[in-house]
C-alpha cells in the first residue's frame, strides 16, 4: 500500500499549469464564439475577480497596481521593470512568467493569450476610474503595461 | 496575465460565461474539450502505469495546489484513492465572500477525469456530496472482475 498524506501548509499554492489551461479557454472560446466573445469573457473577470483590487485602487491609486503585479512577478519569477512617477505606472516586461512556463513544458500557446492582459487590465482600470495600455510582442513574452488615472475621473 | 493563483475563480467565471451563452450544454461541451486536448498527462501516464500513473499525477498536481489530502494506491486490490479533506480550487471559492461560484462547480472534476480514465478501462467513482465543505472521494480500480 501506498500512503500519502499532505497538509496545504506542506506545499506552497503554485500550479503553474493553471496558465495553460486558460490559455486553452482563450482558444477555445476564439474558435467556438469568436474573438468578441473572448474580450467579453476576460472582462467579465476582471470586472467580478479582482473587485477587492478595484475598490483599493480607487482609494488609494496607482501603488497599489504596483504592488500588485510586484507581488504576481515575485511569485511566479517572472522579470519586469516598474516605474511610478509623474502619476503613472509602467510596467516593462522582459519575461512574462506564464508564457515562459507554457513555452518551456511545451504546452499550448497561442498568442492571443496577451488578451488576458489587455482585457483584464481594461477591466479593472474601468471600474476604478483608471486607463490602461498595453503593447506587446506575444511570443517571447515581452510588453509594456501603462496605467493612469482618467482625466474626468472624480 | 494573471497569476496561476488567480486562475480558480477566472475558471469558475469562465463556467458561468459558457452557460450564459447556451446553458450548462455548453459548459459540458467545453469540459469535453478541455478534457481532450489538456489531460494527456494523466492520460499517457495511466495508460503506461495504470492506477500507479494516477498516483503520480496527482502527487504533482496536488502538491503544487496546496491541497489537503490523503492518497491511497492498493496495489493488491487494484484501487486508488483520494480523500480529499480540502479542496484547494473549492475552498478559495468559498472563502472569497465577493464571489458567487459556478452554481455546480465541482462536477467538472468528475467529467474531466472520467473521461480520460474510463476509455482506459478504469472504473471511476466521485463521491461530491461534500462538495460544500470542499471535500470530495475519488476511487478509481482496475476494471477487471473475478
Partial sequence: MRILERKASDNQYLHKDFHGALC??????????????????????????????????????LIVLERHFKSIFGLESGEAKFKLENDQLTIEVSKCPAIAHLRSNGQLFTDRYCQTTVN??????????????????????????????????? | ????????????????????????????????????????????????????????YWSHTLSEEAADFKMMLDEENQVFTIEMRKCPSRGRLLERKDIEPYHVYCEHCDLLYRRVLEPLGFEYNI???????????????????K
Fill in chain 1, 24 to 61: 486553452y479557454a482563450i482558444k477555445y472560446l476564439d474558435e467556438t464564439y469568436g474573438q468578441e466573445a473572448t474580450s467579453q469573457y476576460l472582462q467579465q473577470v476582471g470586472r467580478e475577480n479582482f473587485k477587492p483590487l478595484i475598490d483599493e485602487l480607487k482609494q488609494k491609486g
Fill in chain 2, 1 to 56: 496575465m494573471i497569476s496561476c493563483t488567480e486562475f480558480i475563480p477566472a475558471y469558475s467565471e469562465l463556467f458561468k460565461f459558457l452557460e450564459q451563452k447556451g446553458g450548462k450544454a455548453e459548459v459540458i461541451r467545453f469540459w469535453e474539450n478541455l478534457s481532450d486536448a489538456f489531460l494527456n498527462n494523466l492520460r499517457e501516464l495511466a495508460a503506461q502505469k495504470g492506477l500507479a500513473g494516477c498516483f503520480e
Fill in chain 1, 120 to 154: 483584464i487590465n481594461q477591466a479593472i482600470c474601468d471600474s476604478a476610474g483608471y486607463e490602461c495600455s498595453c503593447d506587446y510582442i506575444a511570443g517571447p513574452g515581452k510588453c509594456v503595461q501603462k496605467f493612469w488615472k482618467k482625466e474626468n475621473a472624480k
Fill in chain 2, 127 to 145: 463521491d461530491l456530496s461534500n462538495c460544500d465543505k470542499a471535500a470530495c472521494k475519488l476511487v478509481v480500480r482496475t476494471n477487471v472482475r
